[in-house]
């Protein structure tokens, strides 16, 4: 069974299109997250949600918007697509925000979703 | 702020050799450190990771790390590298949320 499972998993379209990608996750887990990895294969997170509630938000435009339903899902919707926004988005999910001592923190991510902006 | 380097962006090993990645971070507290490895076309899959306690942390894959805080570093080690260990690495740092290194790509000659 996959844990992390994202659609689709290649993604090419238009600048000026929006364009929305999805992200399950059935560990049970209360915590996701989105991260984009550019050409140069760096890591950096988007956002996080716990319990469906925003708690991470780097500096991201605000044309990029994740949605909720619930916790096992965190979408992730892109509006007006810039060739910048060309890059892999990896969904990940871990059991808890990790911030007490005994809580562990492990992620475990998705296969990513290559989008082409052209 | 927090960060991690790798200081490596590519290392090539023979078949059967044995490998080190090297990572340092900067980080005011006790750290809690982790490598991913992410093999081509894949997310990234959590290898091993250090909270406290024994400083050689054992992994999957038959992977170690040693965290040394007078360094600041925490490397990662296989005694011998097997073809299907070529992948890209990544070491990582939590904070309110993980900081990863930039990676280091690792190349298998057979």
């Known amino acids: 069974d996959t844990a992390v499972s994202q659609t689709p998993k290649y993604l090419v379209t238009q600048m000026g299109n929006d364009k929305s990608i999805k992200c399950e996750q059935n560990?049970?887990?209360?915590?996701m997250y989105w991260y984009k990895q550019d050409s140069k294969k760096f890591l950096k997170i988007m956002f996080s949600?716990?319990?469906?509630?925003?708690?991470i938000n780097e500096t991201v435009p605000n044309r990029f918007s994740p949605k909720s339903p619930d916790k096992a899902h965190l979408n992730l919707h892109i509006n007006s697509l810039e060739l910048g926004d060309s890059a892999v988005y990896f969904c990940?999910?871990?059991?808890?925000?990790?911030?007490?001592?005994?809580?562990?923190?492990?992620?475990?991510f998705g296969p990513g979703t290559r989008l082409t902006v052209t | 702020a927090q960060s991690v380097t790798q200081p490596d962006i590519h290392i090539t090993v023979s078949e059967g050799a044995s490998l080190e990645l090297r990572c340092n971070y900067s980080?005011?507290?006790?750290?809690?450190l982790f490598w991913y490895v992410q093999s081509p076309g894949q997310g990234l899959q959590l290898l091993l990771k250090?909270?406290?306690?024994?400083?050689l942390v054992q992994g999957i894959k038959g992977f170690e790390a040693e965290f040394k805080r007078s360094q600041s570093s925490f490397n990662l080690r296989k005694p011998s590298v097997h073809w299907s260990d070529a992948a890209e690495y990544f070491c990582?740092?939590?904070?309110?949320?993980?900081?990863f290194g930039k990676g280091t790509r690792l190349h298998i000659l057979p």
């Open positions: 250090y909270f406290s306690g024994d400083t």
């Open positions: 560990l049970g887990h209360d915590t």
């Open positions: 990940a999910s871990s059991q808890d925000l990790g911030l007490a001592d005994t809580q562990s923190y492990e992620q475990y």
């Open positions: 980080y005011g507290a006790t750290p809690y």
């Open positions: 990582a740092v939590r904070d309110d949320k993980i900081i």
């Open positions: 949600y716990n319990n469906k509630e925003l708690i």
